[in-house]
């Protein structure tokens, strides 16, 4: 993909800072250019890959900066295929995907970006999440009876709760990233249509059977919902420091094509090189060779 056809989509996939969206108006799910195939996406994905790797190197030698990804998703959107085939040339010991389940009885025990901020990413290395702390303006929005279990004090203004918790996770993401820990986050954006393709696929293949849980039927019934959570917490959300982008998500190459393109558009961003060595190293460095000739004198 060319810079400036990459900037482009970049461009479009962008939800701006500051501005409200709709997800059904502003972002096609379905969205492809109409050249590509999965020959060449295929094709692409996999340079794509070599970069990554090489970025992904420097980021480690030069231990200044951190890379968090956030995937989020409807289900059935692809999350962990994306996972699977974009960070598939990454070194597997610079890189770390967490995927977050229903809260335990620990993390509920502890505020709600407790169990992230655990798991976020050391200096020169790459985390993932699976979902994430969004699920906390997301799904309890859609199952209002879940903050119950969050056990929050009396003084909480529930009316107030998704604003307030809008405002506490843009001030997290702005910590995390004026120490070095940048942000990128994805929304992989299906259609309603597609993501009933899918299930269907489930049930009907044998090998995905595993994969199907009749959770996804009665959660597919709060579609409508979702998508209102979503659009007004990928509205709040999206800042000058850590934008969403929403990716289309109905054609899988494409879809990770792009998610690839973001991820090597943000590490380039960062200007990475390798540590440069100075005098004294360089004088160690020459004593060293000399040592090791010697051996074999």
Not at 6 to 30: A, C, F, H, M
Not at 61 to 79: E, H, S, V
Not at 114 to 123: I, S
Not at 196 to 202: A, D, M, S, T
Request: glycine share 4%.
């Amino acid at each position: 993909m060319k810079k400036s056809d990459e900037q482009k989509l970049l461009k479009k996939i962008l939800v701006p800072p500051g501005k409200k969206i709709s997800l059904n108006k502003d972002y096609d799910p379905g969205f492809r250019p109409a050249s590509l195939n999965k020959v060449n996406a295929r094709e692409m994905l996999s340079d794509g890959i070599v970069e990554l790797a090489e970025l992904q190197d420097k980021l480690y030698a030069q231990d200044i900066y951190g890379l968090l990804i956030i995937i989020q998703a409807m289900d059935a959107a692809g999350k962990d295929g994306t996972i699977k085939h974009v960070m598939s040339g990454l070194n597997p010991q610079g890189c770390q995907v967490t995927s977050f389940k229903p809260p335990s009885d620990e993390e509920l025990d502890h505020d709600y970006l407790w169990r992230c901020a655990k798991a976020l990413p050391e200096k020169g290395r790459i985390g993932i999440f699976n979902r994430s702390y969004y699920e906390e303006v997301l799904i309890t929005r859609v199952h209002p009876e879940l903050i119950v279990r969050q056990k929050l004090p009396p003084t909480i203004n529930i009316k107030n709760l998704w604003k307030q918790r809008f405002e506490q996770i843009n001030n997290f993401e702005k910590y995390l990233v004026e120490n070095g820990i940048i942000v990128v986050k994805i929304f992989l954006h299906v259609s309603k249509e597609e993501q009933l393709k899918r299930f269907l696929e489930r049930i009907d293949k044998p090998e995905k059977n595993w994969k199907f849980a009749m959770s996804d039927v009665t959660e597919r019934e709060h579609w409508k919902n979702y998508i209102q959570a979503y659009d007004e917490a990928l509205s709040a959300t999206s800042t000058q420091w850590a934008p969403w982008y929403v990716v289309p998500a109905d054609y899988k190459p494409f879809t990770r094509l792009v998610v690839a393109h973001l991820v090597g558009n943000t590490l380039r961003g960062l200007n990475l090189a390798y540590p440069t060595v100075d005098k004294t190293r360089k004088l160690k460095l020459h004593e060293a060779r000399k040592i090791l000739e010697a051996e074999g004198s």
